[in-house]
């Protein structure tokens, strides 16, 4: 992204003068996916395409004056308001402010413009590129960058949870705080302990293929999934009282068919995807070790088939872009994100890849009306200031 572009339109709309530009990126999900809030683990990555800010304190008490550059939208507000503002993309702002205060960060009020190129509604995390840009900011202007990385990734998805609506884990703000260029991380949600691993599959290629159905977590049924999934962690506690269950990383099959009845079938699908996809995640660290892409694809497409059957957050669309994967004979292919809409993620075989794209192109058009959005992977670096 284009850091003149924001510049021009920062000194445009406010006083004239400059301030710093933050970046923070989209992520991709290799594997792993609703097992954040599960304690399991997770396989993300940033990727090059994100949201650019530029912030500068304005010397009031707390007035906040901010830009969406990208719907030529100004909304100015006060930190003190109880309520905040109305428009969701200023309460990105306004939420991590007061976030980034509770964590002792002596916020005034500021300036900010900003723009971004992540794609919105795609399911790459574009709100969590904001937590983690803003916060980025705020703890440079205001913060002497005292507060350390992890407490920005909680304030991001405290943000998620109590300005926005939505009862996130941590692997987006996670993601898009630590990211590194070429290299992906395998993060276990429970300990927030985390590796790199360079992400380099000689043969082989990451895309994405975005459906354009529109991804909206914000009063959707992603919170619901998440109850189900608490749900049954209650039921299985309540059997054993003699051991500690926090989350579903905590139980075992057996424990899960022992409370299949009382639950019900719907909430017992669910923590099933949960269960394997935890199992998938570690067969997939073990064969990226091995270099066996194969084995990575066929995890890919399991997941997908849970995703879709047993946890229900797929769509037409969704699946039909899987099916045009597996026809076209790619390596691996499966909804990436929180679902609903959104994108698949496909590790397709480097002599495969221009006759896939162009086949599902062809056949989703005709089918739905519309190209499906292309987006190469590039994995790129974490939240920084740029100037
Ligand atoms: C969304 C959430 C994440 C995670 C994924 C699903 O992106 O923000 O915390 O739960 O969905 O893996």
């Given at each position: 992204m284009d850091i003149e572009f924001v510049r021009s339109r920062f000194i445009k709309h406010f006083d004239g003068k400059t301030g710093n530009v933050y970046a923070s990126p989209g992520r991709i999900n290799l594997i792993g996916e609703h097992t954040d809030y599960n304690g399991g683990f997770v396989f993300p990555g940033a990727v090059d395409k994100g949201i650019m800010a530029e912030m500068r304190a304005n010397g009031t008490e707390d007035t906040v004056m901010a830009y969406a550059i990208d719907l030529k939208d100004r909304v100015d507000f006060k930190l003190s308001d109880p309520n905040g503002p109305r428009a969701s993309w200023a309460r990105y702002i306004y939420g991590i402010s007061l976030e980034m205060k509770k964590l002792g960060v002596p916020v005034k009020g500021f300036n900010i413009a900003f723009a971004g190129d992540v794609p919105l509604g795609a399911g790459m995390s574009s709100s969590a590129a904001m937590e983690s840009c803003f916060a980025c900011g705020l703890n440079d202007i205001f913060g002497e960058n005292k507060v350390s990385q992890w407490d920005m990734v909680l304030a991001g998805q405290a943000t998620e949870h109590n300005y926005c609506g939505v009862n996130c884990g941590i692997m987006d703000q996670f993601a898009s705080v630590f990211g590194k260029a070429g290299c992906l991380m395998r993060l276990d949600c429970r300990s927030r302990e985390f590796e790199y691993f360079p992400f380099k599959p000689d043969g082989y290629r990451l895309v994405l293929l975005d459906s354009v159905v529109k991804h909206q977590l914000?009063?959707?049924p992603y919170n619901d999934r998440r109850n189900s999934c608490e749900n049954v962690v209650k039921h299985i506690a309540a059997k054993h009282p003699e051991s500690k269950f926090?989350?579903?990383?905590?139980?075992?099959w057996e424990q899960l068919d022992e409370v299949r009845a009382e639950v019900g079938e719907e909430d017992y699908k669910r923590a099933k995807f949960v269960l394997g996809e935890k199992d998938r995640v570690l067969a997939v660290c073990d064969a990226l070790n091995e270099g066996d892409y194969e084995k990575v694809g066929e995890m890919m497409y399991k997941t997908h088939e849970g995703l879709s059957k047993d946890y229900e957050v797929s769509c037409e669309e969704l699946d039909y872009l899987n099916d045009l994967a597996k026809e076209n004979g790619v390596t691996g292919s499966r909804i990436m994100g929180g679902g609903f809409g959104g994108c698949t993620i496909n590790l397709v075989r480097n002599d495969l890849y221009k006759h896939f794209i162009e086949d599902a192109k062809t056949k989703f058009a005709a089918k739905y009306g519309h190209e499906p959005k292309v987006y190469d992977v590039v994995i790129g670096d974490g939240s920084r200031r740029i100037c």
């Open positions: 914000a009063g959707s926090e989350t579903l990383r905590d139980c075992t």
